[in-house]
């Protein structure tokens, strides 16, 4: 049995646990942090995702987020030493409405937008299909764009991380499941099966799995598993250059440079597989036919599976719980593009206790009990 | 209640199991992605092109016997030619593709009888157009009466590189070396099993005879180390390996041609019955991930069975009892596998079975690869050509302590191609091993699709017909 | 269906007998390259049997076909797919 003893033990390596581990050892040098994660580099929800970031949200939260994370994107390859770079395209989102009710969800969060600064705009319909001829004109009554949306790799932005925490004595380990948590002193002990870790602190960053290791403490969250699939093709002609969200459809499009278009589908479900299930393509294809008709013949190439979170008013919850030196950082399927952002502001937290952030007052796990819950309008689960 | 049996693969053990299935009076569907069935090694000819075989006598009646008794019930079961399966499920459902239409089965039970496909060493030069695989070249000569090439070099291992040889030559093709990695006399440590196919064997010494008559160079111990050519193949360098599969300096002989045909042995092509959730375990001898099953070809998941060389490379003559075998065990309910009523009505199939199993020991000797042959692949060769992968970044990853083939599949993106890691999987499995000391245990994780469908194929998604 | 026929690659006569796959023709008649590359390789016919994906060709206006799993048919248009464009005429 192997003890190890940590300031800050953070269980998760997905985009939050390394931005947060990366984050702390900058804040401070010589911090002793562990990051543990159950499974493999990029196994989880972080190497499943459409890969894109956007800051048209209609919730000043969001956009803040996102608008601190696309920055950070912006000059990752400089701030993390990896001149490799993490294949950042600002190609733009265009989030499309396809009825009436759904472009004044869309002209509402425009407006907050602009508040914040963001170059976002409305689109009709024609300037819709100009910009991607292979959309359907069927129902759509207009979108927005923002050009400076875009997508990276999600695998070289963990790498990149990976790299700079391991550069700065960060200790990650893959492979290390914890069984449970319990208390110890002023601090924690998890039961790890490679052992157990002692740590003065604890950052839950395992997203929906947060409420089983709370559970072994006795505290609970409203955190539920959102299990999504997609879909890519085969490399084709460029058609689709703008990453893609309907509202109405709950499609996610993105066409990666290498020509292939990543779907990813959302639809009611339950559970906590990432297997492809059986009803699924027949669920999506004349779904993705309807919102684009000029993907009919491609051929799917692929498709997988991947899980997020759910919370009851879809919002990211970071914060300290009940239990002083217990933090969580849940993403509510939205984690690779506020991972930066949410790794500065939980490094602030946990090292300095610096709660000033609005973002912590509003997204805290407290207002569960307070019943302070708060509304995202532009919404597709993407 | 007739008890739906549906087959994938209309080889030798897909044929078999058929017959057996209908004559226990199931409803049949068996799946194919060929105009005609046969499998590849019992790859049939368009009837226009038919006449002037090359393979050997006794090989050709196995072949005609077995397809005439499959074609003595084919109207009687539902035989989906050129229909692709490109899903299956562990809830046994099976999702084809055929024409521009895709559809579901709901069998009782499903066979997967998919068979095996060859299996390459990459090396310097390899992707040149010229340089195939030595049974797709056969494929060519068999079905289609075209000479792949007019100046073959054949290289590789096992049998069939001389097959392949012997067959060119008696369709009047030139050969002009024959590089084998060990001699066929490898088999003669096996006395016993010899003798146990000692009729095989007398098919294989006249296909020597063959090549030896017509005066081949034969290079005992070579293999390709380097595909030469511009646009596409005009030489091909072939050297000398030792015991351990290291290139012996100085040995190089190069060698002009415009078809290099090689085969290394061959890997099961289990995609499907790894899709349904079915127990797997490596044996890169026999086919490389193959489902576990029992004597009746059943795997851990009820009501799917896997039987011939896709569930372990063991030839034509054992898939097509297995497939009578298994095509019995799925007819029959669950409870019955084993009894002693099947038992005794399968013995004869059985025993057979068991002599031609024992006969495939003295082949296997032959197909044996020294893991240290794999250092034919350098830094810059191409291993993942879909994506053109080179085994610099693959090793990269490896060192960097991504060991699983999903994980390197995530950081190199071998095997997220067009032909989803068929070409080099096995590859990335055998090199991960020499470089680190450990093969990877886990295969990538299966998925659909297992050929690639388009959307519009899927929204035409006709529903099985309620029971 | 006659039994010897012709077919164009790149715009040339191919001579083809029915029964016989595009690759094959294709390789009877000294085309070996069937295909380039997002790199810019040629690549050929490698597998036969169809599960490399490397001979995949336009055929009468539809990409991505495997040449070595279709029969030729009189009058069918093959064209080598460079890079991405698949000589598509959806």
Same mark, same amino acid.
């Given at each position: 049995m192997t003890k190890d003893k940590f300031d800050v033990l953070i269980i998760g390596a997905g985009a939050y646990g390394l931005s947060c581990a990366w984050w702390m050892a900058k804040r401070r040098a010589g911090a002793r942090i562990l990051v543990v994660d159950?499974?493999?580099?990029?196994?989880g929800a972080s190497g499943r995702n459409g890969a894109g970031f956007r800051?048209?949200?209609?919730?000043d939260l969001n956009i803040r987020l996102c608008q601190e994370s696309t920055r950070f994107f912006e000059t990752a390859a400089e701030q993390l030493d990896?001149?490799?770079?993490?294949?950042?395209?600002?190609g733009g989102y265009l989030v499309l409405a396809h009825s009436e009710k759904a472009l004044a969800t869309l002209k509402g969060s425009l407006e907050v937008q602009h508040r914040y600064g963001v170059p976002s705009e409305l689109l009709n319909p024609d300037d819709c299909v100009k910009m991607?001829?292979?959309?359907?004109?069927?129902?759509l009554v207009g979108g927005t764009f923002c050009g400076k949306d875009g997508t990276i790799s999600p695998f070289l932005l963990l790498d990149s991380l990976l790299k700079a925490c391991r550069r700065e004595k960060v200790d990650v380990r893959y492979g290390t499941r914890v069984e449970k948590l319990e208390r110890n002193g002023g601090g924690f002990r998890a039961h790890v099966n490679t052992g157990s870790i002692e740590a003065d602190k604890i950052l839950l960053c395992? &997203?929906?799995?947060v409420p089983e290791l709370l559970a072994s403490l006795g505290l609970n969250l409203p955190v539920k598993s959102l299990p999504k699939e997609a879909i890519v093709t085969v490399p084709c002609t460029p058609r689709v250059k703008p990453i893609l969200i309907s509202l109405e459809h709950h499609i996610s499009v993105n066409q990666v440079s290498r020509g292939s278009i990543v779907f990813v589908v959302s639809r009611a479900r339950e559970g906590k597989e990432i297997a492809s299930t059986p009803d699924f393509l027949a669920f999506a294809a004349p779904k993705i036919i309807d919102l684009?008709?000029?993907?009919?013949d491609v051929p799917v190439l692929r498709t997988w599976g991947g899980v997020s979170s759910l919370t009851p008013d879809m919002q990211p919850i970071l914060g300290e719980t009940e239990i002083e030196g217990l933090y969580v950082a849940v993403s509510s399927f939205r984690g690779l593009m506020t991972s930066p952002a949410v790794g500065r502001i939980m490094s602030a937290l946990i090292?300095?206790? &610096?709660?000033?952030?609005p973002v912590l007052t509003k997204l805290s796990p407290r207002r569960f009990r307070t019943g302070e819950l708060i509304v995202e309008p532009l919404l597709n689960q993407e | 209640m007739q008890r739906a049996i549906a087959i994938i693969g209309a080889g030798p053990a897909g044929m078999a199991a058929a017959v057996e299935a209908v004559r226990r009076g199931c409803r049949v569907t068996l799946v194919d992605e060929?105009?005609?069935?046969?499998?590849q090694i019992y790859r049939q000819a368009h009837p226009s092109l038919?006449?002037?075989?090359?393979?050997?006598p006794a090989e050709l009646a196995r072949k005609r016997r077995l397809i005439a008794a499959f074609q003595a019930v084919i109207d009687r079961i539902d035989y989906r030619a050129e229909?692709?399966?490109y899903a299956v499920f562990p809830n046994g459902e099976i999702h084809l593709a055929q024409g521009d239409r895709t559809e579901v089965l709901r069998p009782d039970a499903m066979i997967i009888a998919t068979g095996v496909r060859e299996q390459a060493i990459p090396?310097?030069?390899?992707?040149?157009?010229?340089?195939?695989?030595a049974g797709g070249a056969q494929a060519m000569l068999k079905?289609?009466?075209?000479?792949?090439?007019?100046n073959a070099v054949i290289a590789g291992c096992g049998p069939l590189p001389l097959v392949v040889a012997a067959q060119l030559l008696r369709a009047g093709g030139r050969i002009a070396a024959l590089a084998s990695l060990?001699?066929?006399?490898?088999?003669?440590?096996?006395p016993g099993s010899l003798w146990s196919g000692r009729h095989i064997l007398r098919e294989g010494l006249r296909y020597e005879r063959t090549v030896r008559r017509a005066g081949v160079l034969q290079l005992t111990g070579y293999v390709p180390v380097r595909a030469i050519g511009g646009?596409?193949?005009?030489a091909v360098a072939l050297a000398r390996i030792d015991a351990e599969g290291r290139v012996v300096p100085g040995t190089e002989q190069r060698i002009a041609c415009d078809l290099l045909a090689i085969n290394y042995g061959f890997v099961a092509n289990s995609e499907l019955v790894a899709m349904t959730g079915a127990e797997m375990r490596r044996d890169p001898?026999?086919?490389g991930w193959l489902p576990v099953i029992d004597t009746f070809g059943r795997?851990?998941?009820?009501g799917v069975f896997a039987a011939g060389d896709g569930a372990g490379l063991r030839g034509a003559l054992v898939a097509e009892c297995d497939g009578t075998i298994v095509g019995a065990a799925a007819s029959v309910?669950?409870?019955?596998?084993?009894?002693a009523t099947l038992q005794a009505e399968l013995a004869e199939t059985v025993a057979r079975r068991a002599r031609h199993l024992d006969f495939q020991q003295a082949v296997r000797a032959t197909l044996r690869l020294p893991l240290?042959?794999?250092?034919?692949?350098?830094?810059?060769?191409?291993?993942c050509r879909c994506e053109n992968v080179r085994f610099g970044e693959i090793r990269e990853a490896l060192a960097s302590g991504h060991r699983s083939l999903n994980a390197v599949k995530r950081n190199v993106?071998?095997?997220?191609?067009?032909c989803g890691g068929r070409t080099c999987l096995h590859a990335i499995a055998a090199l991960a091993e020499l470089a680190t000391g450990e093969a990877p245990?886990?295969?990538?994780t299966p998925r659909p699709m297992a050929r690639p469908v388009p959307f519009a194929a899927i929204a035409r998604q006709k529903k099985a017909a309620a029971e | 269906m006659p039994s010897e026929f012709q077919i164009t690659f790149e715009g040339k006569a191919i001579a083809a007998r029915e029964g016989q796959s595009v690759a094959a023709a294709l390789v009877a008649a000294g085309?070996?390259?069937?295909r380039v590359d997002e790199a810019g390789n040629p690549k050929g016919a490698v597998c036969?049997?169809?599960?490399?994906?490397?001979?995949r060709c336009s055929i009468d206006g539809v990409p991505d076909i495997r040449a070595c799993m279709t029969q030729v048919r009189p009058g069918m248009i093959v064209r080598r797919q460079r890079g991405l464009d698949g000589c598509s005429e959806r």
């Open positions: 159950e499974g493999e580099f990029a196994s800051m048209q949200w209609g919730l990896y001149p490799r770079g993490i294949e950042l395209k600002q991607v001829p292979a959309l359907g004109r069927n129902r395992t &997203d929906w799995a684009l008709p000029g993907v009919a090292l300095e206790n &610096d709660t000033n952030d | 060929g105009p005609r069935p046969g499998g038919a006449g002037g075989e090359f393979a050997e229909a692709t399966v090396f310097p030069g390899w992707t040149l157009p010229g340089v195939m695989f079905a289609q009466r075209v000479l792949p090439g007019r060990r001699s066929l006399r490898t088999m003669l440590r096996h646009e596409h193949l005009e001898l026999i086919g795997t851990s998941v009820p309910p669950s409870t019955a596998v084993g009894g240290g042959l794999w250092r034919l692949v350098t830094d810059e060769t191409v291993v993106r071998s095997g997220m191609g067009w245990t886990e295969m990538m | 085309e070996r390259c069937l036969g049997i169809g599960f490399c994906w490397e001979c």
